[in-house]
Each structure stands twice: as structure tokens, then as C-alpha cells.
């Protein structure tokens, strides 16, 4: 674990893992720490894997202040770690929520970004909304799993406006490709991992102005890989591909099989995709 000072004191963590060129990594969640993104299945194998625990999460201190939580705000930790590391320019790569983060760090710092990885990517940075009739629509295509029944029904409770007080741990199947053993301990251990006062001020009013980070990635040279999930509800195909013709160099795929976590669902194929992507 190596360490680096923010702008404002407040001490940063990273894990490095695996050789060759360096790929920063920013975590999803919001406020997770990145040890659920693993070794992304295998990529540390082709790349040199900078995990970045955000502040207040993993190893990465707590700051004074609270409110710079917000995903605006973090823009200048990612910055910052790419002065500590000596890097003229950062390949990147966010997943979920963290593909927010790493939109607005393109949009301030295009000069700074070389290739940008938007793995089954949350929209609201960019102002897309998914709508409840497509989430149910992708949700659908699972209908055959033996769990389907009960997390369906949860689903259009939350959809409706109804949810219950276990609302979020039934529909969680519906977030990976396979409900198996492995996905039922990740999913157990976000529990722990997530800041979940960081998270409630990570898209907190003033966070995202997606009118201007539209303007700004319309203008972004450097080129971008935007992956979905076939079967992911946070982030179905169709909003996917909407947010992927926001940049003038993108090119989307859709995992199939996969859910939100398409390393865990398809290693060999999420590292084959990224890799092809961050080698050409």
C-alpha cells in the first residue's frame, strides 16, 4: 500500500498491482473501497493496476472536511495522484460510480488523459436517466433463474415507489451475471467496504452540471471504451450506448452474460475487451 497527500492534506492510499504500463483505477459504489474490483479479473496480468481507495474509504484517510466527498471535489485527488506518480499523461479506468468521477477529471484535464475505460458506467454525471420501464425490461431477460420470482417482484415495488425494508438485498441477483456462491460474498462484503456518509455527499447538489461536462467530452480527443453489461440493471445497454455517443472517439460493446461486475461474470472476455482496447 503506498500513500500520497491531497491538496488539503488529507492523506490518499493505492494498491499497485501487477506489472507493465500503469492504469489508474477509480472505484464505483460510491465510496467503496476499491478491493472489490479484485485484480478486474485478470488485467493486472497486461497492466500495472493503480487501485485508488478515495478519501475516507479502504486506507485512505478521513478528511476535515465532509463535504469534499463530493465528486467534483475528488477530481483533484485524481490529480493529484497523477503528479505523485510522475505521469504526464493517465490511462484510465473508472467503474460505476467511478466512471463519474473520471468523466469529470476528462472534462478538466483532457490534456491529461490518454485512454478512458467506462465500465458498465452510472449516467449521472451526463444528465441520462434510466427509466424504471427499461430496468424492468432487462431485468426480463433473467426471467428463467430460479430466484427470478421474488426479486422480480421487489423490483417493480422499488419501481413503483414501494419499496421494503428488503427491497435492495432481494433484487441484488439481478446485479450479477451468475447468483452464485462468489457473487453472493461480493455482494455480502460491500456492506463493510462503502463510506456510506461519503457516499451521500457524492452526488450532492452542485456535484455534477451535466450541461457543461456534456460540452467538454464533446470536445475530448482521447479515445474511449464504454462497456455494458447485457443484463445490467444499473446501467442497462440502452443508456450505455446513449452516454458512449457523447465522445467524439468512442467505441461501446455490450458484455453478454454479464451484469454490473463483468469481470467477475466473463474474466476472460472483460479482460480480452479492456486490454485490446488499452493496447491499440
Not at 37 to 61: C, F, P, V, Y
Not at 110 to 138: K, Y
Request: proline share 8%; charged share 20%; glycine share 10%.
Amino acid at each position: 500500500m503506498s500513500v500520497f497527500s491531497a491538496y488539503d492534506g488529507t492523506k490518499l492510499a493505492y494498491r499497485v498491482l501487477g506489472e507493465g504500463p500503469p492504469l489508474v483505477c477509480l472505484p464505483g459504489g460510491p465510496m467503496q473501497d476499491s478491493v472489490y474490483l479484485g485484480d478486474l479479473g485478470g488485467l493486472s496480468a497486461h497492466r500495472r493496476l493503480i487501485m485508488l481507495d478515495l478519501r475516507g474509504t479502504g486506507r485512505s484517510a478521513v478528511p476535515e472536511d465532509p463535504a469534499s466527498y463530493r465528486c467534483d471535489r475528488l477530481v483533484d485527488d485524481v490529480e493529484a495522484l497523477r503528479e505523485h506518480l510522475g505521469l504526464e499523461r493517465l490511462d484510465l479506468l473508472g467503474h460505476s460510480a467511478g466512471t463519474n468521477l473520471a468523466a469529470l477529471y476528462a472534462a478538466g484535464h483532457p490534456e491529461r488523459v490518454g485512454r478512458l475505460a467506462l465500465i458498465t458506467p452510472s449516467t449521472a454525471a451526463f444528465g441520462i436517466t434510466v427509466t424504471g420501464e427499461v430496468r424492468v425490461g432487462t431485468a426480463r431477460l433473467r426471467r428463467d433463474e430460479p430466484w427470478f420470482p421474488g426479486a422480480f417482484a421487489a423490483l417493480e415495488a422499488l419501481v413503483a415507489g414501494l419499496p421494503g425494508a428488503d427491497t435492495f438485498q432481494a433484487i441484488a441477483p439481478f446485479w450479477y451475471g451468475r447468483w452464485d456462491e462468489a457473487a453472493r460474498a461480493h455482494r455480502a462484503a460491500e456492506d463493510v467496504q462503502r463510506n456510506n456518509e461519503a457516499a451521500a455527499v457524492f452526488a450532492a447538489e452542485g456535484a455534477f452540471d451535466p450541461p457543461a461536462t456534456r460540452a467538454a467530452l464533446a470536445r475530448l480527443g482521447s479515445p474511449v471504451l464504454v462497456l455494458a453489461g447485457e443484463v445490467d440493471l444499473n446501467s442497462p445497454p440502452p443508456a450505455v450506448a446513449e452516454l458512449s455517443g457523447l465522445f467524439p472517439y468512442a467505441e461501446s460493446t455490450v458484455q453478454p452474460g454479464a451484469g454490473h461486475f463483468p469481470w467477475l461474470d466473463d474474466a476472460q472476455r472483460f479482460v480480452t475487451t479492456t486490454e485490446t482496447f488499452l493496447s491499440r
